[in-house]
């Protein structure tokens, strides 16, 4: 699903909000998980799952082309654990 259809959905579901209404909601809700994670924080949205954000240690990596060593800094990525909600439903959907 992308971004466009989940605020096409709201807007069908909700009449009283407009499409861009709808989509100030979900660019708000998005902003705002990226933003605490951003800031080294956690978010639970409980029955959907938890978003956080894990560290990955400095390496040496090497460049495919050259076979040169490179310094790869120390990063972080997102990380997404599904609640055990999500992961019943996404069970019984795949089943029907």
């Known amino acids: 699903m ?3 259809e989940l605020i096409s959905i709201l807007a069908e579901k909700y009449p009283q909000f407009t499409a861009s209404d709808s989509g100030l909601i979900v660019n708000t ?6 933003t605490h994670l951003g800031q ?3 978010v639970e949205i409980r029955g959907f799952g938890t978003f956080s ?3 990955r240690p400095p390496r040496l990596g090497r460049n495919p ?3 040169e060593e490179v310094h790869v800094p120390r990063k972080f990525v997102p990380h ?3 609640g055990n909600e999500l992961r019943v ?4 959907e795949q089943d029907k």
């Open 53 to 55: 954000a894990h560290a």
């Open 65 to 67: 082309k050259t076979g």
């Open 89 to 92: 439903r996404v069970n019984v």
């Open 80 to 82: 997404f654990k599904p």
């Open 2 to 4: 992308l971004r466009t």
């Open 40 to 42: 080294g924080g956690r």
């Open 29 to 34: 809700v998005i902003n705002s998980i990226v």
